[in-house]
């Protein structure tokens, strides 16, 4: 099955300065990519997302880019700031009957201040 | 707010003992899916149900099921719980059949197997 890996589990910067979170995957089939964060006490929350037929998605401050050759994506958080401190999760999705969200384990990402 | 509905909040019970969580899906969205989250395994994928009917398994334990009801509400049942079911169940919604979208989480509940 899928294997996703997120590194670093932990990120620290300065507000202002910019983050960026790395996954790999193990299935050259999965097609489908989501970003999602998840704030104290809270479910996740989609972000972003991309699919396998694109290299790079950009929405504000947020960019998400893929690699399928490399079988990695990474996400960009430019001007971070404190509101943006959470725990990201990476996921990937296979096409087919028995499609399934696998997710990386979460990366704390603490803005400081 | 997601409009995912997950009740209760918290849940403490003891070994051996089964409980049920329950779940309302976004208005509209047929397919619902379980989560486990824990320390140090991160969220993993129970199980889904897409209008009524189970479609994708994941790593769920025997010792637990799952149902989808008519009016699209979900219940996720743990029996012979042990101590490592402790942990944060979430249920997260869709439109489509597919988990390749947008899926909305719920709050999430809270089990902790004393």
């Known amino acids: 099955g899928e294997n996703v890996e997120q590194h670093p589990s932990t990120l620290s910067v300065q507000e202002g300065d910019s983050a960026v979170i790395k996954c790999t995957y193990s299935?050259?089939?999965?097609?489908?990519f989501p970003w999602y964060k998840q704030e104290l006490g809270k479910g996740p929350q989609l972000i972003i997302d991309?699919?396998?037929?694109?290299g790079e998605k950009k929405d504000q401050r947020i960019a998400v880019t893929l690699n399928k050759t490399a079988k990695h994506f990474s996400l960009h958080i430019t001007e971070t700031q404190p509101e943006d401190s959470a725990v990201y999760f990476c996921?990937?999705?296979?096409?087919?009957?028995?499609?399934?969200?696998?997710f990386g384990k979460g990366i704390t990402l603490s803005v400081r201040p | 707010d997601s409009g995912v509905t997950q009740t209760p909040k918290h849940l403490i019970t003891a070994t051996g003992q089964r409980v049920t969580l329950r779940c309302s899906p976004r208005s509209g969205d047929l397919s619902v899916y379980w989560y486990q989250q824990s320390l140090d395994q991160g969220l993993q994928f129970l199980i889904q149900?897409?209008?009524?009917?189970?479609?994708a398994k994941g790593n769920i334990l025997e010792r637990f099921s799952a149902q989808q009801f008519p009016d699209l509400h979900s219940e996720l049942n743990l029996s012979s719980l042990e101590l490592g079911d402790s942990a944060l169940y979430f249920c997260a919604s869709n439109l489509g059949n597919s988990p390749n979208t947008e899926a909305f989480f719920g709050q999430g509940t809270r089990l902790t197997v004393v």
């Open positions: 299935d050259s089939a999965s097609n489908y």
């Open positions: 149900y897409y209008n009524g009917e189970e479609r």
């Open positions: 991309i699919r396998s037929n694109v």
């Open positions: 996921a990937a999705s296979n096409p087919g009957a028995n499609s399934k969200l696998t």
